[in-house]
Every structure is written in C-alpha cells, then in structure tokens.
C-alpha cells in the first residue's frame, strides 16, 4: 500500500464548476500536508499549506484535513481553464524534512 | 517573492557523459536543498538531501557515485548525472527549504534524455 494515494484522473469538469481533489494516507503521524499545481514540464507551485486538521481559505481554494478519516481535499471554486493542470498531494511529519507525494490528479477545465 | 532558479530547463546528452544540474535560490539563503526526479504521471520522489557545507543525504536506492551533489554555496546546490545511460532520462526537480517551511520552492525542472 502506498502511503499517500491519488487518484490519477483525468478529471475533466466545464468552466465554472466546483472541482474537488482528493487524497488518502495511511501514516496517521502526517501533520504537514500541502498542495501543489504543477503545469506541463513544469515544477510544482505551492497552492495550499495546512497543519494538523481543519480548513484553510485562499481565494478561489479551500484546502481541508480530516485526520480521523485520513483523507484531505482540496476545493477549486469557479474553476477556470487556466486551472487545468495536475495537482499533488504532498505530505510530512513533524520532525522530519521529507516530504511524501500522491502521484497527481490531472484536471482539465473546459472553456 | 522568493524564488528557485533551475538550470538548464531541459538537456539532451550522448550515453556515457555526465551532465550537471544547478539549483539556485535567488533571493534567499538556503541551507538545505532537495534533488527529486520524476517519471511520467508519477509522484515526485526525493533522491537526496543537499546540505551547504556538508555531504548530501541520499535517499535508500539512489546511487550516490552516480547522482552527485555538491552544496558549496547558500545559494548553489548541483546534481551531476555521471556516465549518463538512456534510463537516467527523466524530469528533475530541485528545491529549497525555506526557514522551517520545506517544500514552499520548487524549481521549474530539468528534463533530461540520455540517447
């Protein structure tokens, strides 16, 4: 079993429409647990930056952390073409640098 | 706002060569630096930690006389690929850990194919 799971998608939703991202974990210790856009043969770009549970609010994207289920989502409002890209899901310990990565779920937006 | 600077974007080199990667952080000191690699619609997956000053930190599995690392700079961390094969071909990706936040910097990635 892989410790972070992501599904890999597509996703593909209209212009507009709430898109929700999701991931699984195994490794109830996480506590870090970060999102990241990453556009074609680019590196990623830190979306999202939660500690422990609970929900986080910026702008268009609402990150949230359940611990007791070991699940975290990420929601895209007014999605637009401009988000279509992959996402990942990235996760840590407290006392540790490492970062642990879902494999991406790609979203398409459709104009 | 801060930065990570990744040179060069992409490189093609003959089977046998080595080929080096730089990793920039450009308006902040960065004493730690990740090196990742990432394969087709796969995760990205730590290969070493750079230290500046000390010696990299290698990920079980990674080949450190392949993949080395030098940190000699706050600023400066380098990978060289060396005798290059066609199944070291992927995308690399650099890092750097920015106060307690590690994961805040990414560079734009190093896609390398090895013919």
């Known amino acids: 079993q892989k410790e972070v799971e992501q599904d890999p998608g597509p996703l593909s939703v209209p212009e507009g429409a709430i898109v929700s991202l999701n991931c699984t974990y195994s490794?109830?210790?996480?506590?870090?647990f970060m999102w990241y856009r990453q556009y074609s043969r680019k590196g990623p770009e830190l979306l999202m930056y939660?500690?422990?549970?609970g929900n986080k609010e910026d702008g268009r994207f609402t990150a949230q952390v359940d611990k007791s289920s070991k699940y975290i989502s990420l929601f895209i409002r007014d999605s637009q073409p401009s988000d279509s890209a992959t996402y990942l899901c990235a996760m840590k310990l407290d006392s540790s640098y490492k970062l642990i990565f879902g494999s991406g779920t790609r979203l398409l937006v459709r104009p | 706002g801060a930065v990570v600077s990744q040179h060069p974007s992409r490189v093609i080199c003959k089977s046998g060569t080595s080929v080096k990667i730089e990793c920039r952080s450009l308006d902040f000191q960065a004493t730690t630096m990740f090196w990742y690699r990432q394969f087709p619609k796969k995760s990205l997956m730590l290969m070493a930690t750079s230290n500046e000053g000390s010696k990299a930190t290698y990920e079980q599995g990674v080949e450190k006389d392949k993949f080395l690392i030098n940190h000699a700079s706050l600023t400066l961390s380098t990978l060289t690929v060396t005798s290059a094969h066609p199944e070291d071909s992927s995308f690399y990706i650099c890092?750097?850990?920015?106060?307690?936040?590690?994961?805040?910097?990414f560079g734009q990635g190093t896609r390398l194919t090895v013919v």
């Open positions: 490794n109830s210790a996480f506590q870090y």
């Open positions: 939660t500690y422990s549970s």
């Open positions: 890092s750097a850990r920015w106060g307690d936040l590690t994961g805040a910097f």
